[in-house]
């Protein structure tokens, strides 16, 4: 039976060893299946974009360089041929899938014989539960150094999907961050240690964690409290300012329209426009 060191969910060793599942953990490691492995993970990381261009695809030599005979010179037919100076290239990359498959139960062999591998060498921890409420790098931080693991490159298998623990150690580019069943051999074999939920091992899924008090959660929470407050009030004065602004406004306008009615009224009415009289015969 192989056995892992087994730590609290606050960095604590425990007196007693953590017994791996001997179902998986049987210490085999079949190097060959491993190189497999690793090969078609890097193989199908390539993108396949490498191109040159070929002696049709360079622009220029559209005629001989000189005529065929009388020169003394060899025979040239044109100055994109790949022997010449900026002429085509032969037989070089092209667009092409590198795209590789590995049969499943290899895959899962190999990713079996990758735990194996450093559960033997000692490189396999064990925590009870990864306890993060919210993203916190120095916490994270905090942890592997009482791990012993700061420094290194390590591979964190949660038992389930973890966003906080996920947000904590992207900030720390020797961390990473996974579910323990997307792991894969290259994944596990890239880290120089590996911590595994405890949850993840024995298939007992963690309850999450209990909401923490605001003001608990951060000795700056009634300074907090206390700003947000100041700003509610600073938003109930701005606001009382403009409705005082818009009212006096509109009593502006009312004074204005009553002065202006007024004024109509004062006006005499315009006397009608006499009529022109009808010309007699004989006036000019």
């Known amino acids: ?59 220029g ?22 022997h010449w100076r900026g002429g085509g290239v032969v037989f070089g990359p092209i667009p092409r899938d590198y795209r590789t498959d590995i049969p499943r139960k ?3 062999l190999a990713r079996k014989s990758a735990l194996n591998a450093r559960a033997r060498e000692g490189a396999l921890h064990v925590v009870e539960r990864f306890a993060f409420r919210r993203p916190k790098t120095a916490q994270l931080a905090a942890l592997l150094a009482s791990l012993g693991l700061d420094g290194r490159k390590v591979l964190l298998l949660t038992a389930v999907a ?27 074999l890239w880290a120089e240690a590996v911590v595994v939920e405890e949850g993840a091992l024995t298939g007992v899924v963690p309850e999450p964690l209990a909401d923490e008090p605001e003001e608990a959660a951060s000795p700056k929470a009634p300074k907090r ?20 602004k818009a009212a006096k406004k509109s009593a502006t306008k009312a004074k204005a329209a009553k002065k202006s009615t007024a004024k109509a009224a004062k006006k005499p009415a315009k006397k009608p426009a006499a009529k022109p009289k009808p010309k007699k015969k004989g006036d000019k």
């Open 106 to 108: 290899v895959k899962q």
């Open 225 to 244: 409290s206390a700003v947000k407050a100041a700003k509610t009030a600073k938003t109930a004065k701005t606001a009382k300012k403009t409705e005082a």
């Open 162 to 188: 973890n966003e906080p623990l996920y947000l904590s150690g992207r900030n720390i580019p020797t961390v990473d961050v996974m579910p323990y069943p997307e792991a894969s051999a290259y994944d596990i």
């Open 61 to 82: 030599g559209n005629q001989k360089p000189w005529k065929q005979k009388g020169t003394g010179r060899a025979r040239q037919g044109s100055t994109r041929a790949p």
């Open 1 to 59: 039976m192989i056995e892992a060191p087994h730590y609290s969910e606050a960095g604590a060793k425990r007196d007693a060893q953590f017994a791996l599942p001997s179902d998986f953990f049987d210490g085999t490691v079949n190097e060959p299946v491993l190189h497999q492995a690793v090969k078609v993970y890097l193989n199908n990381q390539r993108q396949g974009t490498a191109k040159t261009k070929t002696r049709s695809f360079v622009s």
